[in-house]
């Protein structure tokens, strides 16, 4: 009996084994369980979906979409928005100069200014970004080349970066510190604002270099190796990214907490963009005590320190002031895209609306029953 | 023993040498054991021992093979190849270690199970290995206990009562006196009944116990093979003398050892080489047909992802090629710092893109559908439903990976015997002597059976309807209390579990109350009365019993044959399995001829070639059984005296000569049968007092009422086979010391072998009409789908049986070409037979099975029956279980030669083709009479989806074994698959199993169509297994069908639940589960595409390499698996009551083509929504990478986690629960992940991007906005549909929701109306384009048009309900309900049942001429109303006509003279009540003409007539006509028979036989081709299809 009927007990012992999850198999008649389970009778909701039923979930979508819609899109309009594309890439503009001659290569830097009015007062806490655009930031080759353990103050690895920062990896037989493409394409403009008061008067605008990058980026994931004691003596025996013209423990000088790898201008570069048109936090301009506004309607002047070469992949430079509000910069498009999916939706439920009474009303009454 | 062997050699010499001829000619074909007991090892060393390993690995072997097996598995290689890819550095995308784990994951999920299954198959291995035996120790000379693993080829082995053989085994010796071993075979082939196994005949004489030292020999049989009913070899005996061996002296592993002491053998096979374990298969795998689309779709997909990957490296050659020499900063060089032309980066980028791009092929798709089928399959066995308390079985899927096929059959090919029917063979009526005995209170009891198996309700006991009319009261008695017990069971439990405790405690097959108990007819009952008291008197006298009236002497000689002829075992229930031992003398069968000498000494014979040493033989053995006193003549005085004094000690019940009930102990015999005929047989005869009391294998005992116990002595038996379909035995008749060979077999077989009889003596004359007659009254049988056998005798002289038994001898101990030699030398035996008298055996259709081929064909399924059966059988049971319908027309092919066949499928097809496509007009108004057939519920099949071309036509096609063989012949298979797939039924009978896997795979191959075969026996394995899916019925004729199935279902009616509800979940959730897999990878994957424009088409992903991979594995997989398992579409009970919901998986409407493209156009779609919505809200801001993608990674995966839900048709809490727990468990694991490390997961950092977006306001605005935007054309357009053009399925997802009550009446109304009243629009259930027969069909189903007419957009809730008949009922019970075939009861006035033969006959002249359309349908209400008996008789003489002479043609010419018309006459009156004497007709005078079958033709219509006037009168002058029809033309008449109980009274003569407009073609000149068979098929129910040339 056991050998004979061993596999189709087997395959039985298999079936009910695997499947049996609760071992009901023991019962010594073969009779299955009755449970609801089992006889896959669980309680259950089972909608149907017919104009009827559904018409109005697509109101209540309108009905909740549009509101939503039109405050996000009254809150996007309350930023204001200022942007300069200082690129240089046409003849008249300030930088043209600059554009036309600089390159990687160049050890001079290249000043020029970009004079701008602000029509309205900017209030509360003004936030300065650079802008790119057709920088390809996400390029796949170029995301990877970075190492994240370098950047987090391990030793070894700063001494012997990852593979993945090739070709970006040594120079001078040094290893480079920080290593990878993302480093050495470190954006390093300066921009500086200046306030032209009513008597001609340039007024530097203070900006704040501290916060602009993620509090866990700044004091988890990036940090110095040795802490942040002599960065000379920890980066000694590395050598600087290619493009770049200090030291990496030389960045800010003017903040020696500031310095290497966790100097928050090449920690926010780090972040990598996600488009090729992006921007980037440069400074913040506080909020003044008082209740002038941060930046007040009038002239302004952005002077720049051109170092960095955008027009060999025909990028351009921007420089963007703007206010956030709770739910970040301006963008009108979500607010605009709530309301059309909440009218979309409207308009599908009365289009539902009328097909249920057309076609569908004899099905309803069905479901009362005579 | 060496004497022993001795003694033979020169018996055996000459058959011997024969063998070694042959034998050295093939030595590789045989396996040789030798024994040399001298040894102390085992000399056999060399062949496989008993261990046995059905392992697939080792632990070493366990890692290689196991990837090498699912590496078989295409996906498998390919993402494999994909993680290789990966550590190529120009081209990898992932942290390479990362891309890894799906693939090792589910690499590894298959290994484990692999290893589980592995693991319990080598468990469950070594507990059989460690079974004890006790096998014979060499060095120790005793038998010791030995592990089964450890038993050798060749080593001798004692068995014990119920002990399970460790191997095959050729029995040596037994403790059974008999020299038997009893082996219980049900594990094997699952039969209950006891086997008897034959010790080796040179041991058989063995007095002392077994020595194994004593055994010297050499052993040669057969390689190991699989064939469990082949067995064959010799023993070469140290003495040079030989033995053959058969299979009856083997012992299978696995059996049990039953009913015997002991028993030694020795080891033939061991382990993986014994036939139990060849004959293993593990389970099938099958790929479904929805398997083989998804195929088609993955290509798809890959086709796609290539275009993808193309499209973005040519974006990325160009987007290189365009900052030419001024290389970007962002432009990073390759790793090696060479700079990249932009040619070669766009082919390493299009290399990057396919691993990134890979999660587009679902990697864990072949998994999810894996682990979705085991639930499905887990589900199916859990069913209650089909749980048979009977038999305490359920089904059992044994192909785990084809649920789905289950809802997409569309032919459902049916074996008919055990599979439609019960295979419970009952006793229903018998001819003996040309004398028919109707067994009218037999089948009154049967009915009554029916009724309380059928009746759910308690009714009370039908007993009082019960009169007894001429039959004993005893026996009316009888049957009333076995209705109330059966009741009292019913009280207490449920009647099953009566049931199945009766089948638990008596261990007996073919032992049901019903099948035992026969109520005997009076008249037969009092004429073997007679008969045992005229023996009785003669005995006493001294008189020769020949002397008795040769009436008298058929009907004893029948009844002996019925108690003699066969192998069925007696038992004793008081002691199980222990057989009753009448033993009178002692002595084996005949197996020599030296024995045959001995036993008949006084003959001539003696002087032949016997030898001293064969009589010293003989002489010992007797002696040894003290049995001299056999060898001198044995008359029938000193037996009978034996006898006396025998029965005397016994003290056994005096015989007794009324009718008084038999005594307990005689009464509680049991029957074991091979075969539930044998069973049925043998207790038919008991009821006559003729009980068959003990067999052995020399002697069969029999109690005969007056003469007490005979004990017949049994010389030889030829067992049954299918190809001679017949048995014999040879006896040695007690009482007239003749040598008998009792016949029996199928009616076809046996009237072939009837002596020829002389007409010039008044014997012959009388026996050839007894020829006749019976031939009559089998006709009639058949035609009530009886299953008939003959029964024949035949008296031996001792010289005719020496001489027979001689060359039997030879051809028995004959190595190769036993088989044929044996047939022939049957058939040597089997000749010039004696009619004794025929039996009409019932096979009662099981339960539910009309109501089930009902359903499954409103379901629209097609459904053929093969069957082996003969035609008129088959016919019959067809319409008892519906499948035909009275209704229909039927066309019947019967063809005798090649081209007969091509010119009769030619007309078919013309006949088809001009009836139905010129006379739609015909349904048109068929449909609008408003009372047509209320009870009408089989929609017509032709709103199944089959293009116009294909139309199924309510027609049904009825073709025999030999025609079939024509048709499938390659030249016209075409043709017939033409004809046979636009009739709505096929029946094909008399068909080989060949035949049947032949149809099944045509209509497989050809048609494209799924195809299921269901069976039971050996005879349906082929056909099951060639099959997409095949189903065993778990009957009574063993596990062969089971083993090759791929189901196994205890009864035909679960095939209902099982396709129609459970096939189309299986099929509907993996449909949707699929195109939601297909969906769902698309849709991530153009995520990832659509960004390919914003990084420059450089590979990069915004989605984290992790959310990437294992999106598919982890978030998003439990939903769906949840969904793929439990979703209902419709609950089982709409789908049971609604079956035409089934044709939503025939028509493959849960995932078609364009579904797939859809699909992935709502993928794109949806990607597009998920993809720019965060675009445009991060549009130029300062985010980065991560923490833009992880939004849209999250939406992405709510947006498919709606979609699922939007899909989901049935929500339960685990549908709640794995959602939410997909969600929680991606937040959890994307925050655990973003915050576990700040410097690990390169190339992406994602340290802390979940923990900022949770508290960036804008995400949760994604979160509500996306899913919504993306859903909205999918949510909209399922509402629209669900309102507009809802499918069926979604019809009857509405049902679902109505109250109960509401629902119950819809449904009623919806059984009946075919589904059509609850389309809201008239197109719904037509799908589609209304074809040309939809309105038609509409207005067929009862009553329907009105609904449809005035109300066609609604269902049809309770206010249609009132407009519908009043009754609408799909069945009502009882009514509709089969019928046993051939049941006599006066039938009730406008009685529907099936069967109105002939009743349509008598109408007008020129009716059936080609008919109006719409003619035949609407037939009177009336007019199969009580008819008289009169009026069945009229069947027009030109309806015999075509009649060919008929299947008889094998018949030996010369067999039958033109009989007389007026033959038939004397027939007992009230015989046949029901059937029409004309019935008999059928084979009209001189057909049986020993005529070649093709030269009767041309014969003037008058030809029939000379008939019995009186038989002709009752016909309405018109008829007469139809000679003159049937001549005219080539034609195919069609008949369809008389409408049910339909209502609007229309005279009769609607009825009517179409008949095709041809030309006519030479008036009398007609050649035969349609050769219908010669009885009586439902005459007017059949069309006959004539070609003339």
């Known amino acids: 009996m056991m050998a004979s009927s061993y596999n189709a007990k087997e395959e039985d012992g298999h079936h009910s084994g695997a499947s049996n999850n609760g071992g009901a198999g023991v019962v010594k008649s073969k009779k299955p369980d009755n449970t609801a389970f089992k006889q896959q009778r669980l309680p259950a909701w089972q909608p149907i979906l017919t104009a009827g039923t559904v018409l109005p979930a697509f109101f209540v979508i309108g009905l909740i979409f549009i509101p939503i819609g039109i405050g996000l899109y009254v809150t996007s309009n309350n930023i204001k928005e200022y942007e300069i594309d200082y690129t240089g890439a046409d003849i008249n503009d300030a930088c043209y100069n600059c554009a036309k001659n600089f390159s990687w290569n160049s050890t001079t830097p290249c000043l020029c200014s970009v004079p701008f009015t602000l029509e309205q007062p900017f209030e509360s806490n003004v936030f300065m970004y650079y802008g790119l655009s057709n920088f390809y930031q996400n390029h796949r080759r170029y995301v990877k080349s970075r190492d994240d353990s370098q950047l987090n103050g391990d030793r070894s690895a700063l001494k012997n970066p990852s593979k993945e920062c090739e070709p970006y990896r040594t120079s001078e037989g040094k290893p480079i510190a920080p290593c990878g493409a993302i480093a050495n394409s470190l954006f390093n403009d300066t921009l500086e604002l200046y306030h032209i008061d009513s008597n001609g008067t340039r007024n530097a605008i203070p900006l704040v270099k501290k916060g602009i990058a993620w509090w866990t980026d700044k004091h988890v994931k990036f940090r110095n190796p040795g802490g942040n004691s002599n960065l000379t003596v920890a980066f000694q025996d590395t050598s600087k990214p290619v493009n770049w013209r200090k030291p990496v423990f030389d960045l800010d000088p003017s903040d020696p907490e500031n310095n290497g790898f966790i100097n928050e201008d090449f920690i926010v570069w780090m972040r990598t963009a996600a488009l090729p048109t992006f921007r980037k936090l440069y400074r913040i301009i506080q909020k003044k005590p008082s209740t002038t506004p941060t930046l007040p309607s009038g002239k302004y002047v952005l002077e720049i320190t051109y170092n960095y070469p955008v027009r060999s992949f025909d990028g351009r430079k921007r420089m963007i002031l703007s206010t956030i509000s709770w739910m970040g910069g301006k963008n009108p498009f979500l607010g605009i895209a709530y309301i059309t999916v909440g009218s979309i939706c409207f308009f599908l439920g009365v289009v539902l609306l009328i097909i249920h009474h057309k076609y569908d009303t004899r099905n309803n009454s069905a479901d009362i029953p005579s | ?1589």
């Open chain 2, 1 to 1589: 023993m060496a004497r022993d062997t001795e003694d033979r050699a020169a018996g055996t010499h000459k058959a011997e040498r024969r063998q070694r001829g042959r034998s050295k000619k093939k030595p590789k074909e045989t396996r040789t054991v030798r024994v040399h007991t001298g040894h102390e090892h085992n000399p056999n060393r060399h062949y496989a021992n008993n261990r046995i390993k059905t392992t697939k690995y080792t632990v070493l072997s366990f890692l290689p093979k196991n990837l090498f097996e699912q590496f078989h598995r295409f996906a498998n290689v390919y993402f494999v190849f994909i993680a290789l890819l990966n550590f190529v550095p120009v081209v990898n995308a992932f942290q390479p270690e990362l891309a890894l784990a799906p693939v090792v994951f589910i690499l590894s999920v298959t290994a484990i199970k692999d290893l589980w299954e592995d693991y319990r198959r080598h468990r469950s291995d070594t507990e059989i290995n460690h079974m004890d035996c006790l096998v014979y120790s060499r060095a120790e000379r005793r038998y010791v206990e030995r592990f089964w693993k450890e038993v050798q080829v060749g080593d001798f082995i004692r068995l014990r009562c119920n002990e399970i053989l460790p191997a095959d085994v050729l029995l040596l010796s037994s403790s059974d006196p008999d020299r038997l071993c009893h082996l219980e075979t049900a594990t094997l082939d699952g039969e209950t009944n006891l086997k008897q196994r034959q010790v080796v005949r040179s041991f058989f004489d063995l007095d002392c116990e077994f020595d194994p030292l004593k055994f010297n020999g050499i052993i040669e049989c057969e390689k190991p093979n699989n064939d469990l009913n082949r067995f064959r070899g010799y023993i070469l005996h140290r003495s040079g003398s030989r033995d053959a061996l058969y299979k009856d002296n083997l012992l299978l592993r696995g059996c049990t050892v039953r009913n015997t002491e002991e028993a030694v053998g020795i080891v033939i096979y061991a382990g993986h080489e014994t036939k139990a374990m060849l004959n293993n298969n593990g389970p099938r795998y099958k790929r479904s047909k929805l398997e083989r689309q998804m195929n088609v779709h993955v290509f798809w997909c890959v086709v796609i992802l290539l275009l993808m990957c193309l499209f973005a490296a040519i974006g990325h050659g160009l987007w290189v090629f365009q900052y030419g020499d001024k290389r970007p900063v962002f432009d990073v060089l390759s790793p090696e710092g060479a700079e990249l032309s932009p040619v070669v980066a766009a082919v390493y980028l299009f290399l990057t893109l396919i691993i990134v791009f890979q999660v587009l092929i679902p990697i864990s798709l072949f998994v999810s559908i894996e682990i979705v089928k085991v639930c499905q399959v887990f589900f199916i066995h859990q069913d209650q439903d089909l749980y048979d308390e009977d038999s305490d079985s359920r089904l059992q899927c044994r192909a785990l990976n084809i649920t789905e096929d289950l809802g997409q059959t569309q032919y459902v090919f049916s074996d008919k015997t055990g599979t439609l029917t019960e295979n419970k063979m009952v006793f229903r009526r018998c001819t003996v002597a040309g004398v028919e005995y109707s067994h009218d209170a037999n089948a009154r009891r049967l009915a009554l059976y029916q009724e309380v198996d059928s009746e759910e309700e308690e009714v009370p006991p039908p007993g009082g309807s019960l009169r007894r009319d001429s039959s004993s009261s005893q026996q009316s008695s009888r049957v009333v209390l076995r209705s109330l017990s059966t009741k009292t069971h019913r009280r207490t439990g449920s009647r099953a579990d009566a049931k199945r405790a009766s089948i638990l405690s008596k261990h007996t097959a073919f032992s049901s109350p019903m099948e035992k108990d026969v109520t005997p007819d009076p008249q037969l009952l009092d004429k073997v009365n007679e008969c045992g008291g005229q023996m009785d008197f003669m005995r006493f006298h001294g008189q020769p019993v020949s002397q008795l009236p040769s009436d008298l002497a058929d009907i004893m000689d029948f009844f002996m044959a019925l108690t003699v002829c066969n192998t069925v075992v007696v038992s004793s229930p008081n002691q199980p399995r222990q057989k009753v031992r009448m033993r009178l003398e002692s002595k084996s069968p005949v197996k020599t001829i030296e024995d045959f000498i001995k036993r008949f000494t006084p003959s001539r014979l003696t002087s032949g070639s016997s030898s001293s040493s064969s009589s010293s033989l003989a002489t010992s053995r007797s002696s040894n059984r003290g049995c001299s006193g056999l060898l001198s003549s044995p008359s029938a005085e000193s037996t009978l005296a034996k006898l006396q004094e025998e029965q005397a000690a016994l003290g056994s019940a005096p015989p007794r000569y009324d009718g008084t009930p038999r005594s307990p102990e005689d009464g509680e015999l049991r029957y074991e049968a091979e075969s539930p005929d044998e069973a049925a047989l043998v207790y038919a005869a008991r009821a006559y007092k003729c009980s068959l009391v003990g067999r052995l294998p020399d002697q069969v005992t029999v109690e005969l009422p007056h003469l007490g116990k005979l004990s017949f002595e049994l010389l030889h038996t030829l067992g049954f086979d299918s190809t001679r379909k017949r048995m014999s035995v040879v006896v040695r008749h007690p009482l007239t010391d003749q040598i008998t060979v009792y016949t029996k077999g199928a009616d076809s077989v046996i009237m072939d072998l009837i002596k020829p009889p002389d007409t010039e003596t008044s014997k012959g004359r009388r026996q050839k009409k007894l020829v006749l007659r019976t031939q009559n009254y089998l006709n009639l049988y058949a035609a009530d789908g009886l299953r008939t056998l003959c029964i024949a005798k035949k008296v031996l002289s001792k010289e005719q049986y020496a001489c027979w038994l001689q060359r039997h001898l030879e051809a028995e101990t004959a190595i190769q070409g036993r088989e044929e030699l044996l047939f022939d030398s049957a058939l040597r035996l089997e000749t010039n037979l004696q009619l004794l008298g025929a039996t009409g055996i019932e096979d009662r259709l099981q339960d539910g099975v009309p109501e089930t081929i009902a359903s499954l064909r409103q379901a629209g399924l097609q459904i053929w029956v093969l069957t082996g059966d003969k035609q008129e059988t088959a016919v019959n049971v067809a319409y008892a279980c519906k499948l035909l319908d009275p209704e229909e027309e039927i066309l019947t092919l019967n063809a005798d030669s090649h081209e007969a066949c091509a010119l009769l499928l030619e007309e078919s097809l013309h006949y088809i083709q001009t009836k139905f496509l010129c006379s739609s007009s015909d349904q048109a108004a068929k449909a609008f009479l408003p009372n047509f057939a209320p009870f009408e519920v089989y929609p017509p099949s032709s709103s199944s989806p089959h293009s116009a071309a294909f139309t199924v036509h309510r027609l049904g096609l009825v073709i025999d074994g030999r025609t079939l063989a024509y048709a499938l012949d390659q030249s016209l298979e075409d043709r017939f698959l033409a004809v046979a797939r636009s009739c709505r039924s096929v029946l094909c009978c008399r068909s080989t199993p060949l035949q049947k896997s032949t149809v099944v795979k045509l209509v497989r191959n050809k048609l494209k169509v799924m195809t299921l075969a269901i069976g039971d026996g050996a005879n349906d394995v082929s056909m099951i297994q060639v099959a997409d899916v095949g189903v065993g019925i778990s009957g009574q004729e063993g596990m062969q069908a089971v083993m090759a199935s791929d189901f196994a279902l205890p009864r035909f009616r679960y095939l209902q639940k099982l396709l129609l509800v459970h096939g189309h979940w299986s099929y509907s959730r993996l449909a949707n589960m699929i195109l939601f897999f297909f969906y769902k990878n698309a849709m991530f994957v153009a995520l990832v595409f659509w960004y390919q424009f914003y990084c420059g088409f450089s590979g990069s992903a915004m989605i984290d390499q992790w959310y990437l991979i294992f999106f598919n594995l982890m978030f998003s997989a439990f939903p769906q698996l949840v969904t793929g398992t439990l979703d209902k579409d419709v609950s089982a009970e709409t789908l049971q009551q609604l079956p035409q919901l089934y044709m939503s998986g025939q028509n493959s409407e849960e995932y078609k083509p364009y579904m797939f493209w859809m699909n992935m156009i709502d993928a794109f779609y949806q990607s597009l929504v998920c993809f720019f919505i965060p675009y445009f809200a991060y549009a130029d801001s300062d985010v980065d990478v991560f923490t833009w993608g992880t939004p849209i990674t999250t939406l992405a995966l709510l947006t498919i986690l709606v979609h699922l839900g939007i899909e989901t048709r049935t929500w339960t809490w685990m549908n709640c629960l794995s959602i939410s727990f997909s969600v929680s468990l991606f937040f959890t694991v994307s925050l655990c992940y973003n915050a576990s490390c700040p410097s690990c997961f390169s190339p992406s950092n994602p340290y802390w991007s979940m923990q900022r977006l949770l508290q960036d306001p804008l995400f949760y605005l994604l979160c509500v906005l996306t899913p919504v935007a993306a859903l909205l054309p999918r949510y909209f357009y399922r509402a629209c549909q669900g309102t507009l053009f809802p499918s069926p399925v979604q019809v009857g997802r509405q049902l679902d929701k109505l109250p109960s009550e509401t629902r119950r009446n819809i449904l009623n109304l919806g059984g009946v109306e075919a589904g059509s009243a609850v389309r809201p629009v008239p197109h719904f259930l037509s799908l589609g384009t209304p074809s040309p027969e939809g309105p038609d069909e509409n207005h067929q189903r009862a009553g329907l048009h009105a609904v449809d007419a005035t109300e066609k957009d609604t269902l049809p809730y309770t206010k249609d309900a009132a407009k519908l008949p009043p009754e609408p009922r799909p069945r009502p019970p009882g009514d509709a309900e089969p019928r046993p075939p051939g049941d006599d009861e006066p039938r009730p006035p406008g009685d529907d049942e099936p069967r109105p033969p002939g009743d349509d006959e008598p109408r007008p002249p020129g009716d059936d001429e080609p008919r109006p359309p719409g003619d035949d349908e609407p037939r009177p209400p009336g007019d199969d109303e009580p008819r008289p008996p009169g009026d069945d008789e009229p069947r027009p003489p030109g309806d015999d006509e075509p009649r060919p002479p008929g299947d008889d043609e094998p018949r030996p010419p010369g067999d039958d003279e033109p009989r007389p018309p007026g033959d038939d006459e004397p027939w007992p009156p009230g015989d046949d009540e029901p059937r029409p004497p004309g019935d008999d007709e059928p084979r009209p005078p001189g057909d049986d003409e020993p005529r070649p079958p093709g030269d009767d033709e041309p014969r003037p219509p008058g030809d029939d007539e000379p008939r019995p006037p009186g038989d002709d009168e009752p016909r309405p002058p018109g008829d007469d006509e139809r000679p003159h029809e049937t001549s005219e033309a080539l034609k195919t008449s069609a008949m369809s028979a008389s409408s049910r109980a339909a209502s609007s009274p229309r005279p009769p003569s609607q009825a009517a036989s179409v008949q095709l407009p041809l030309p006519p073609d030479g008036d009398a000149q007609r050649v035969r081709y349609c050769r219908n068979s010669d009885h009586a098929v439902r005459p007017a129910a059949r069309t006959q299809t004539d070609a003339v040339l």
